[in-house]
T-cell receptor, first 113, second 113 residues
């Protein structure tokens, strides 16, 4: 069975802290994605990776960075958390072609105080 | 740029009612179209997809037809159940950007017994 896991379901951090969100997939997918989900805005792409050590900015990369050292793992880093980064963060993975299905993790709900 | 527009929610229906959730898109080229569903407390999962004009995607009693002439991909179900209560997202694959999706804002469906 297809599996995308995220390191935490809920996280509470303070303003200015460095935050790491981890995502692991077991399907040997080339693509991995980080989205944030906010009410009324749908999902917005933060960063995207199509191979190990490769990354591309999505639509809202400001304040975020990513790391992909192994094919199965994609990390999202908030260098200095701010209250406007309070959100639901979703990781997804897929094979390389454009019509391929994306498989999502359960999400991490992050609260920045 | 490419975009997806969904009908606003929340939508509240009685069990066994007919469901339509409208989705229209603007896109370059010939995107694939998707409906994803998010049940409470979970990540997104693929409900159905269509990869070319006039294709019909179907799953779990839900259907959607890729209409190029009206740039639409409306989701329908003949008889909804309480278990269909969820948030539904329409999405399209970005032209020539292997695997990236653009999502609509989501439509929350609540089905009452």
């Amino acid at each position: 069975d297809v599996k995308v896991t995220q390191s935490s379901r809920y996280l509470v951090k303070r303003t200015g802290e460095k935050v790491f969100l981890e995502c692991v997939q077991d399907m040997d997918h080339e693509n991995m994605f980080w989205y944030r989900q906010d009410p009324g805005l749908g999902l917005r792409l933060i960063y995207f990776s199509y191979d190990v050590k490769m990354k591309e900015k999505g639509d809202i990369p400001e304040g975020y960075s990513v790391s992909r050292e192994k094919k199965e793992r994609f990390s999202l880093i908030l260098e200095s958390a701010s209250t406007n980064q309070t959100s639901m963060y979703l990781c997804a993975s897929s094979f390389l072609a454009s019509q391929e299905t994306q498989y999502f993790g359960p999400g991490t709900r992050l609260l920045v105080l | 740029g490419d975009s997806v527009t969904q009908m606003e929610g929340p939508v509240t229906l009685s069990e066994e009612a007919f469901l339509t959730i409208n989705c229209t898109y603007t896109a370059t080229g010939y995107p694939s179209l998707f409906w994803y569903v998010q049940y409470p407390g979970e990540g997104l999962q693929l409900l159905l997809k269509a990869t070319k004009a006039d294709d019909k995607g179907s799953n779990k009693g839900f259907e959607a037809t890729y209409r190029k002439e009206t740039t639409s991909f409306h989701l329908e179900k003949g008889s909804v159940q309480v278990s269909d209560s969820a948030v539904y997202f329409c999405a399209l694959s970005r032209y020539n950007q292997g695997g990236k999706l653009i999502f609509g804002q989501g439509t929350e469906l609540s089905v009452k017994p």
